[in-house]
């Protein structure tokens, strides 16, 4: 029964998830087709395979199987920031425009990313960052400082899973300061420091102009904290989920429908063998395959379904100059429907916990014909 | 090869562990045993079974198995507060000379703490500790308050798993002012915040009597941080581990001798597959089979062996009134040895994944014959 004040559909065009993890293999052909099933037609693709992709022929190529397993999807294809990643390489993928942006994972803080950067010093990738700014391309930061090996030697706390964050910022703000017009996303934020940076250095743009430095928010960081976590390994991912006040910050910030703040679901898929053990469990979750209907769910509580469209739409493909015309329309429409406890391939070699798996979602899609 | 200004053994009277969890069934048979492999003689046994131990025939019953698991060792029980707890049970407890205290679990905050109270309002307890203070018994209080349901509705964040134990501090200062001569031990504390009271209501006590407030400390807990069971439900436990200024506090607490601070391991030996989840994983460590070598470590490290008979046996037994002649004796020496990844039952039905699977421990025990 459904009150007559409710609104029972929301029409939304070409919805963007900007920050994918579709792998390789059996797990790719299992998860590729679930961008659109979760309601996604345009999906910003990470580099962090393995080996990491640091070639355009790389790149090319694996659009290219992408696109056969999902051939209604636009993917938009990122670099793996890395000295094998040189200004020449830069310029030969703006030239034959093989990918929107370079993603930077400083080393070791989450999956493949042993060949990451270390943050404390990007100087090394300062012509890399000059290329991308007079190319046009996007620089993806995946925003958190390494853990400090053991205790500190200091009074402070070091580097933790709670801290990483924050204390990654100064370095975004230096970046953006000796770059000012290169394009930056701050990756699947999680505290309400970072939408803080954010907001204040888009103040420093005149209003009428797009915003240099943006932030996509996950579905999962806007509806977890640390307690939801804690005893939980599905809801195990790097950056881990922080407070309550960190948390209605992103609501705030995602439903505000300011162009700096986008969806990018972080969608993380592991076996499931990798997430039920006693140590090392794989940081990620798996939201992808009910992408919209999640995010919908917040949105809906918040009473801001009318700034769905901007979050998952209109302010990626601005910031991204995609704009263009949109071909594809989905429709989210009310309807219960519980996530499965596995999502599994045809046979049965392949199987990943869905984010909030025996919950029940009350939105479903269907794409227009 | 050993250096000789290194400590090569020491000698331990009478080691206490004040705080075991040995469960019932198969898993009893399993651990109970080990409280003396792990270089133990005394053990203060937790009352959490199901149903929660709330009368004298009970306990009386469950010391008598344990007595018969492991006749050398000396088991001191205790009665779980409930409302089934009443104060002629008490008396009587104490007359028959059955427990050494009364363990509270604020509801819901741990294994088998579903019948526990609302540490907002101990009021109704409040006939329950008049007769413990009257008989000597002790108040053993797991201080955490229970995580909020969902978000606070204020600006602030609610009771989350890293300040539960902070949140709680207040109750245990107001018991401590309404009950003075009630001896009270915060079990298995994890924070600066907490050592800094126990210290400070100590201070209000004359310095030549013995204190009414004391805290036992984990093994666990002087060696992980928040970072330690991010991803490693092995380290998961309830309090969690906290921050690195935590951790110092907790193994400065422990090294320094001070009477009020004393072992508990909070050992909770749970089946491997409650471990190996990806929700819902249980809250404990399993500590028990190397209980002294784990804190050996830690006081090595601080150039502190001098003072862990104190830690590990003086303190407790004073706070106790368990003191009287010392009959176990025990050599800590040093010995490389690999933890195993696997604790597991003749029968092999029941299997405990021990703390550090697989890392190396540094110091072996002997008992004296």
Chains 1, 2 share one sequence.
Not at 46 to 53: A, D, K, T, V
Request: glycine share 6%; charged share 25%; net charge negative.
């Amino acid at each position: 029964m459904s009150r007559c004040d409710e609104v029972q559909e929301v029409v939304l065009q070409e919805p963007c998830d900007m920050h994918v993890h579709v792998r390789e293999g059996a797990m790719c052909e299992l998860v590729t087709p679930m961008v659109r099933d979760g309601g996604v037609s345009v999906a910003y693709v990470m580099p962090n395979l393995q080996p990491p992709i640091v070639t355009v022929d790389r790149v090319v190529q694996y659009r290219a199987r992408l696109q056969e397993l999902a051939p209604q999807t636009t993917f938009l294809m990122s670099l793996y920031l890395s000295p094998e990643l040189t200004p020449e390489v830069i310029h030969e993928a703006a030239r034959v425009r093989a990918v929107h942006g370079v993603k930077c994972y400083p080393a070791g803080v989450t999956t493949n990313s042993d060949q990451g950067v270390d943050p404390n010093d990007f100087s090394q990738f300062y012509p890399v960052f000059e290329a991308m700014q007079e190319e046009g391309l996007v620089l993806n930061l995946h925003g958190e400082k390494p853990s400090s090996k053991g205790d500190c030697d200091g009074e402070g706390d070091g580097i933790n899973v709670l801290n990483a964050e924050e204390k990654f910022l100064p370095a975004l703000e230096k970046l953006h300061a000796d770059f000012p017009k290169l394009r930056i996303v701050l990756e699947h934020c999680t505290t309400a420091k970072a939408i803080e940076l954010v907001r204040k250095l888009n103040q420093q743009v005149p209003s009428d102009s797009d915003p240099v430095v943006a932030a996509t928010i996950t579905a999962h960081h806007l509806l977890l904290t640390v307690d939801d976590w804690a005893g939980d390994p599905v809801n195990f991912c790097k950056p881990v989920a922080k407070l309550s006040h960190d948390r209605r910050a992103l609501v705030s910030a995602a439903t505000s429908g300011e162009r700096c703040f986008f969806f990018g679901s972080d969608s993380a898929p592991h076996p499931v063998e990798n997430k039920q053990r006693y140590r090392g469990v794989s940081a990620g979750i798996f939201t992808q395959r009910y992408a919209l209907a999640y995010v919908a769910e917040v949105f809906e509580a918040q009473g801001r379904l009318d700034t769905l469209q901007k979050f998952v739409s209109d302010n990626a493909r601005r910031f991204y100059r995609v704009a263009g015309e949109a071909k594809n329309t989905v429709t989210l429409y009310r309807r219960d429907h519980v996530v499965p406890e596995l999502v599994t391939n045809n046979s049965q070699t392949v199987s990943v916990v869905p984010f909030m798996p025996g919950e029940t979602l009350h939105w479903d899609i269907r794409w227009q014909k």
